[in-house]
């Protein structure tokens, strides 16, 4: 006689269907549900970059009579760098980048102006924004990017009862944030210059700024991104290339066409972990602007959904800071950083993908690059911070602490 399972009320049926649905979205709506989300999502998008990072660059590194592992060990270590960046960020209270704010604004500020500095700026694919110090390279932008964020959050949430004003909300939030983006146009980013302005965005509307300054000031970004696109040949040749259906294939369309090939091999399943084909010499820039073509490779369809919604998580989180924080300062600062991170990551992909022309900004926490990589890990410090002063989370995150101490202590008791 075999076992049956027994049906109630309390397993079965729209009642049983709305208790297990009640108890998921209680664990949602934990006070630490965006601590531990952020932490987690973080740490599995460097993982999956690191090896990504190994696959894709490999064979390039072979090439170039170097070892295989040369660009990945670089990344690890900017990992490994990153990491206590991240921890200490994630501990510093609130009010610290309150003090920050203004000082790390200018110092970042400086900073990339020293990229136009002879013996220190470097240029690469038609951009100067990066610096050598040392034998160290740097990519000052990034920089700007977490102190712009700071810099906003504070100035935003003092002048929040003004913002309905035009000119509280321009003064001196656009004139200043101009001044910090004008620094990586004249190095001819265009591309760090758009995720900058994405930043801008986010954080003026979470702080209520009117739509119809929104609208305005879209109008300007627009006539301003025309101008600086009709001025650079280079531009326009991406985006006529872009734009037109009848590419040359062996110039200005052979990246996009090789990222697309790449993921139209990779199928539903992928190739598998380290088959990548385009690797081999064929797709430009693949461990960094690209290497989301070789991740949809060898992993397919699978683990390009896996890594959207390990992105989409990572911006649940951020918005969930958001909409439970109290303190103005966090969440203007918190969307400012979610803006920054997902649209750029979202920017890298519709590249890849061919939605949009080759603009040459790299795959957040993924891509390969030193200055990126511990920036990124730094901000997304700074908004986990933010996740633990949620209300009630410093008492919960506390009494779990308690409680693991004191777990330790028995074990260590019963084994002596």
Same mark, same amino acid.
């Given at each position: 006689?075999?076992?049956?399972?027994?049906?109630?009320?309390?397993?079965?049926?729209?009642?049983?269907?709305?208790?297990?649905?009640?108890?998921?979205?209680?664990?949602?709506?934990?006070?630490?549900?965006?601590?531990?989300?952020?932490?987690?999502?973080?740490?599995?998008?460097?993982?999956?970059?690191?090896?990504?990072?190994?696959?894709?660059?490999?064979?390039?590194?072979?090439?170039?009579?170097?070892?295989?592992?040369?660009?990945?060990?670089?990344?690890?270590?900017?990992?490994?760098?990153?990491?206590?960046?991240?921890?200490?960020?994630?501990?510093?209270?609130?009010?610290?980048?309150?003090?920050?704010?203004?000082?790390?604004?200018?110092?970042?500020?400086?900073?990339?102006?020293?990229?136009?500095?002879?013996?220190?700026?470097?240029?690469?694919?038609?951009?100067?924004?990066?610096?050598?110090?040392?034998?160290?390279?740097?990519?000052?932008?990034?920089?700007?990017?977490?102190?712009?964020?700071?810099?906003?959050?504070?100035?935003?949430?003092?002048?929040? !009862?003004?913002?309905?004003?035009?000119?509280?909300?321009?003064? !001196?939030?656009?004139?200043?944030?101009?001044?910090?983006?004008?620094?990586?146009?004249?190095?001819?980013?265009?591309?760090?210059?758009?995720?900058?302005?994405?930043?801008?965005?986010?954080?003026?509307?979470?702080?209520?700024?009117?739509?119809?300054?929104?609208?305005?000031?879209?109008?300007?970004?627009?006539?301003?991104?025309?101008?600086?696109?009709?001025?650079?040949?280079?531009?326009?040749?991406?985006?006529?290339?872009?734009?037109?259906?009848?590419?040359?294939?062996?110039?200005?369309?052979?990246?996009?066409?090789?990222?697309?090939?790449?993921?139209?091999?990779?199928?539903?399943?992928?190739?598998?972990?380290?088959?990548?084909?385009?690797?081999?010499?064929?797709?430009?820039?693949?461990?960094?602007?690209?290497?989301?073509?070789?991740?949809?490779?060898?992993?397919?369809?699978?683990?390009?959904?896996?890594?959207?919604?390990?992105?989409?998580?990572?911006?649940?989180?951020?918005?969930?800071?958001?909409?439970?924080?109290?303190?103005?300062?966090?969440?203007?600062?918190?969307?400012?950083?979610?803006?920054?991170?997902?649209?750029?990551?979202?920017?890298?992909?519709?590249?890849?993908?061919?939605?949009?022309?080759?603009?040459?900004?790299?795959?957040?926490?993924?891509?390969?690059?030193?200055?990126?990589?511990?920036?990124?890990?730094?901000?997304?410090?700074?908004?986990?911070?933010?996740?633990?002063?949620?209300?009630?989370?410093?008492?919960?995150?506390?009494?779990?602490?308690?409680?693991?101490?004191?777990?330790?202590?028995?074990?260590?008791?019963?084994?002596?």
């Amino acid at each position: 006689m075999t076992a049956t399972a027994v049906r109630t009320p309390a397993t079965d049926g729209p009642r049983g269907r709305w208790a297990e649905r009640s108890r998921l979205l209680g664990a949602w709506n934990s006070v630490v549900t965006s601590y531990y989300v952020m932490a987690s999502t973080t740490t599995l998008l460097v993982v999956v970059g690191l090896v990504f990072v190994l696959s894709s660059s490999s064979v390039e590194s072979l090439a170039a009579g170097d070892s295989p592992y040369a660009v990945f060990l670089n990344q690890a270590q900017y990992a490994l760098i990153g990491l206590p960046v991240l921890l200490v960020a994630s501990r510093l209270p609130v009010r610290l980048y309150k003090a920050v704010a203004w000082p790390a604004l200018a110092v970042a500020v400086a900073f990339q102006m020293l990229v136009f500095v002879p013996g220190l700026g470097m240029g690469e694919g038609g951009n100067m924004n990066w610096v050598r110090i040392g034998g160290f390279t740097a990519q000052p932008s990034e920089a700007v990017k977490l102190a712009l964020a700071l810099w906003l959050g504070v100035v935003l949430a003092r002048k929040l !009862p003004l913002l309905h004003e035009w000119q509280h909300a321009v003064v !001196p939030a656009v004139p200043v944030a101009g001044v910090a983006i004008g620094t990586v146009l004249l190095g001819h980013d265009l591309g760090t210059a758009m995720v900058m302005v994405l930043l801008v965005a986010g954080a003026m509307f979470v702080a209520g700024v009117p739509l119809r300054i929104f609208g305005a000031a879209a109008v300007l970004a627009g006539v301003g991104v025309a101008f600086l696109t009709i001025g650079s040949d280079n531009r326009m040749t991406r985006i006529s290339s872009w734009l037109s259906g009848s590419c040359d294939v062996t110039n200005e369309c052979y990246q996009t066409l090789h990222g697309g090939w790449g993921l139209a091999t990779g199928g539903f399943g992928g190739l598998g972990l380290g088959e990548s084909r385009e690797k081999w010499s064929y797709l430009p820039a693949a461990h960094n602007d690209f290497i989301f073509a070789i991740l949809g490779e060898e992993l397919g369809l699978v683990g390009t959904l896996l890594v959207l919604a390990l992105f989409a998580l990572l911006a649940a989180a951020m918005i969930r800071v958001v909409r439970r924080h109290e303190d103005p300062f966090v969440k203007i600062t918190t969307a400012a950083i979610c803006t920054w991170i997902i649209g750029q990551a979202l920017i890298n992909i519709a590249v890849v993908i061919g939605l949009a022309p080759v603009i040459g900004v790299p795959l957040p926490l993924v891509s390969a690059g030193g200055s990126a990589l511990i920036m990124t890990m730094a901000a997304l410090g700074v908004v986990i911070s933010f996740a633990r002063s949620e209300p009630g989370a410093p008492e919960a995150l506390a009494a779990r602490a308690g409680v693991v101490r004191r777990s330790l202590a028995v074990i260590g008791r019963t084994r002596g």
